[in-house]
C-alpha cells in the first residue's frame, strides 16, 4: 500500500475559533508552559496584605492610629454582617445583647443602674422611697431630712426631678406647662431656704470638730465669704 503524504499546511492550521486571536507577548500562541499563570486576588485579599505592610511599617504614634483605624473599621464591617443573620426574639424584639453595656455585661445599660442593682442584692430601700414626695427619705445626712421634709410638694417634685432624675428647666417647665423662669426662681428659692436651715448646723458640727466632707467645707466656705460681703456691703453703706 502506497504511504499517503502528510499535509503539513493542515496540521499546523489555526482552529476557527482562535483565528485573530493574539496573548498579552503578541504571539499567536500562548506563553510557555512552564511559567506559572497569572493569580487573580480578591480585593479583601489586597486590603489584608495592605494592612500586613502598613503594620509592619508602622512606626511613630500617627502610623499605629491608622492602624487602629483601619482594624476598627474592619471590625465594624464583621459585626454588621453579624447582624444580617441575627435571629431575633419572636422576630419582632431585638437580641438579648442589644444596649448591652461596653465592659462586657450580657445585661442592657437599665440593669446596671443603682436602684437595679440594689435590688439585685436585696435592698429594695432606695427603690420603695424613689418617690417625689419621699424625697426626704433618700438623703443619708440626718440635718436634710427636716429641711427637705417641711418643703411643699411641688417644691418636692421639682427637686426631684432637677437632683434625682436630672431633667432640666426647661424639660420641667415644658412638663409642668409653665414658663422655664418661674421654674428656675422656685428651684433657686427652695434651694437657699435649705441652705439657711442647714448652715448653723454644719457651723456647729465644724465648731465641735466633727469629721465634714468636702463639699460640706466648701459650702461653709462659700457661705462664709458671701456673709462676710455682705457684711462690708452693709458697712460701706454705713
Known amino acids: 500500500m502506497p504511504r499517503r503524504k502528510k499535509n ?4 499546523w492550521e489555526v482552529p476557527e475559533d482562535e483565528q485573530g486571536q493574539t496573548y498579552d507577548d503578541g504571539n499567536l500562541f500562548g506563553p510557555d508552559t512552564d511559567d506559572p499563570p497569572p493569580v487573580k486576588k480578591l480585593k479583601r485579599d489586597i486590603e489584608r496584605e495592605a494592612l500586613t505592610r502598613l503594620e509592619e511599617a508602622a512606626r511613630t504614634e500617627a502610623d499605629f492610629r ?3 483605624k483601619n482594624w476598627d473599621r474592619l471590625d465594624d464591617n464583621r ?3 453579624e447582624r444580617y443573620h441575627e435571629i431575633l426574639r419572636g422576630n419582632k ?3 438579648l445583647e442589644h444596649n448591652m ?3 462586657g455585661y450580657a445585661f442592657p445599660a437599665s440593669l446596671n443602674g443603682v436602684l437595679a442593682r440594689q435590688n439585685r442584692k436585696g435592698d429594695f430601700l432606695d427603690t420603695i422611697y424613689y418617690c417625689a414626695y419621699d424625697l426626704h427619705e433618700l438623703v ?6 427636716m429641711p427637705l421634709a417641711e418643703l411643699p410638694d411641688d417644691r418636692k417634685e421639682l427637686l426631684f426631678l432637677y437632683a434625682i432624675e436630672h431633667w432640666s428647666t426647661l424639660k420641667i417647665a415644658k412638663w409642668r406647662k409653665n414658663t422655664d423662669r418661674n421654674v428656675r426662681k422656685i428651684r433657686n428659692t427652695s434651694l437657699n431656704r435649705i441652705r439657711k436651715k442647714i448652715l448653723p448646723v454644719l457651723m456647729r458640727m465644724d465648731a465641735a470638730g466633727e469629721p465634714l466632707t468636702n463639699r460640706e467645707r466648701r459650702f461653709l466656705e462659700k457661705e462664709k465669704e458671701a456673709f462676710s460681703e455682705k457684711r462690708q456691703a452693709k458697712t460701706a453703706e454705713i
Open 8 to 11: 503539513w499546511d493542515k496540521e
Open 66 to 68: 491608622e492602624v487602629v
Open 79 to 81: 459585626e454588621r454582617r
Open 93 to 95: 424584639t431585638p437580641p
Open 101 to 103: 453595656i461596653p465592659d
Open 140 to 145: 443619708p445626712q440626718e440635718y436634710l431630712i
